[in-house]
């Protein structure tokens, strides 16, 4: 089995700061890319952000210069720092990580259950 357990969400005012973790554990081989998304209610999943294993890294046009996506490669973890949030940022957030669970195997997308965030005065 795979978890992703991704930590940090809450509420915080416009043109604040949050930092989202997310830890990939179980039977894992090798991660190739791991990222987050976003849905807000009513609309769509979203990407946000998205690094690979050589820490190549691509990001939404919002979130440009706002948020950085990191991951450690020997932990398996990944995380979000956002800053200069937005209501508009107000989202459930979910890590992902594209990975292999043996050598041979095929690579699969695997989800964590989600963090809630919310910039609100």
């Known amino acids: 089995q795979v978890q992703l357990v991704e930590s940090g969400g809450g509420l915080v005012q416009p043109g604040g700061s949050l930092r989202l973790s997310c830890a990939a554990s179980?039977?894992?081989?090798?991660?190739?890319?791991m990222g987050w998304y976003r849905q807000a209610p009513g609309m769509q999943r979203e990407l946000v952000a998205t690094i690979t294993w050589g820490k190549n890294t691509n990001y939404a046009d919002s979130v440009k210069g706002r948020f950085t996506i990191s991951r450690d490669n020997a932990r398996n973890t990944v995380s979000l720092q956002m800053n200069e949030l937005k209501p508009e940022d107000t989202a459930d957030y979910y890590c992902?990580?594209?990975?292999?669970?043996?050598?041979?195997?095929?690579?699969?997308?695997?989800w964590g259950q989600g963090t809630q965030v919310t910039v609100s005065s």
């Open positions: 179980g039977s894992i081989f090798s991660i190739d890319t």
């Open positions: 992902y990580a594209y990975l292999k669970r043996t050598t041979r195997g095929s690579a699969y997308t695997y």
